[in-house]
């Protein structure tokens, strides 16, 4: 039996156990190599601001590191004076989702606003 190393997730979501004996195909050039970590000052509400995605994103979460609501979106023009849709993360909430492709170089963008009264919260932000 291998000394066990850990599980990937394939394509289809198939969990695969990784161990010193096998032979995965892996690419590492489309991966990350580490995680980054990024923060985004919200300094005026009611104001949008955008964060840009690194190429070759593949994961990413971000919360509001105090405790108000945030609100988000992936197009412009909406977190500002909210305009549907938008997206709120409560506060005290991440938001975190895998298998994303950002792999152009202009990668994603994220959109992000708040209240007034909580102008100068900064929104924490890990991709890899």
Sequence with gaps: MSEYIG????????DLVLGTDNKLPISRQ??????????????NGDT??????PQNT???MFQNRSANAIRY????????????????LKGGA???ITNVNFSEASGGILYL???PANSGDVVEIETW
Excluded: C, M, W
């Design 30 to 43: 489309s991966y990350p190599s580490r995680a980054t970590h990024r923060n985004v000052t919200l300094t």
């Design 73 to 88: 979106a992936f197009e412009g023009g909406k977190v500002a004076t909210p305009t549907a849709p938008y997206f709120t």
């Design 7 to 14: 599980i990937i997730r394939d394509s289809t979501g198939k």
């Design 113 to 115: 606003g708040i209240a």
């Design 48 to 53: 949008e601001y955008s964060f840009t995605f």
């Design 58 to 60: 593949n994961q990413f």
């Design 94 to 96: 991440v938001y975190s």
